[in-house]
């Protein structure tokens, strides 16, 4: 095998429960399963038996107003709390049903199985930069993790990754001028001189993070209408999702339509610690 260096982990960012604010980390495990304790939990609409998503603003953009952290104790509880309140409680406690219901305005509960055909509606981006994220538009229903271990709460692969060259290009052409890697979501985020969206040629290939961990990209990532939403204290910024569906509309897949991308999604071949810095190599075989 040889390697070429691609640059260093810049961030590792963990979301113990889908939808909400997730966590900065300096070290974490990677399983097949991903990110240890990524999307560990969801919240569950005990109306229609669908799974919580801000990718549909109009009911469920209150989730980002929370935030969700997981202690390094083995079998810890997850711990919400309002972003701007400092008090957390604890998944599993009907308290915090009660608190999220509240907040959302609809019936909930946290689940940490997604049920059998589980399923979440995705808002159609284009139709909410057009309406805003309070009008009814379009939805797609989303199956759960197809290029994913069964059983969790992923919208397709385990891991999501971006690299510092593209969220400095979206930045650089946002009216703003700066853009938060939050509202993208990634688990890694790559420091990299490479071109922005670079990733999006990523398709197939394999890295090397760090001593042991190996990933392979599978995709690039569609975009939905979450980084456009207000997340805890950030404001709502349309041109988060508006710059790419302008400047970088590609196919995720080959077949499909092109839409606005940003990062990549990863399976992992080789499970191992990922740390900040950790170098990422390229993996080729010689002939």
């Not at 304790?37 to 569950?44: I, M, Q």
């Not at 109009?58 to 701007?84: C, S």
Request: contains cysteine.
């Amino acid at each position: 095998m040889t390697a070429n260096r691609l640059g260093s982990v810049a961030a590792l960012w963990r979301y113990p429960v889908k939808s909400m604010l997730g966590e900065a980390l300096d070290e974490a495990a990677v399983t097949e399963s991903g990110l240890d304790g990524d999307r560990r939990l969801a919240v569950l609409d005990v109306a229609t038996g669908k799974v919580a998503s801000a990718k549909q603003p109009r009911l469920w953009r209150g989730l980002l107003m929370f935030r969700a952290t997981l202690a390094a104790a083995e079998g810890a509880p997850v711990r919400i709390r309002r972003h701007d309140d400092r008090s957390c409680r604890e998944a599993g406690d009907p308290a915090t049903d009660a608190l999220l219901s509240g907040v959302l305005g609809r019936a909930v509960t946290l689940i940490d199985t997604p049920p059998a055909g589980a399923t979440l509606d995705r808002a159609r981006p284009d139709q909410v930069l057009r309406d805003g994220v309070t009008a009814e538009v379009d939805a797609d229903v989303v199956a759960f993790g197809s290029a994913s271990p069964p059983g969790a709460f992923f919208d397709f692969a385990p891991l999501h990754l971006v690299t510092t060259a593209t969220l400095a290009r979206i930045a650089e052409l946002s009216p703003r001028g700066r853009v938060e890697l939050q509202r993208y979501r990634p688990n890694l985020v790559l420091d990299t001189t490479e071109e922005p969206f670079a990733e999006h040629a990523w398709a197939g290939r394999e890295w090397r993070v760090g001593p042991e961990l190996v990933l392979r990209v599978v995709a690039s990532t569609p975009r939905c209408a979450v980084p456009t939403l207000a997340h805890g204290p950030l404001p709502g910024d349309a041109d988060a999702l508006r710059v790419p569906s302008v400047h970088h509309r590609v196919p995720a897949l080959p077949g499909r339509p092109a839409e606005p991308c940003v990062g990549v999604y990863a399976q992992v071949v080789r499970p191992g610690r990922v740390r900040l810095g950790d170098s990422v190599t390229r993996q080729s075989t010689i002939p």
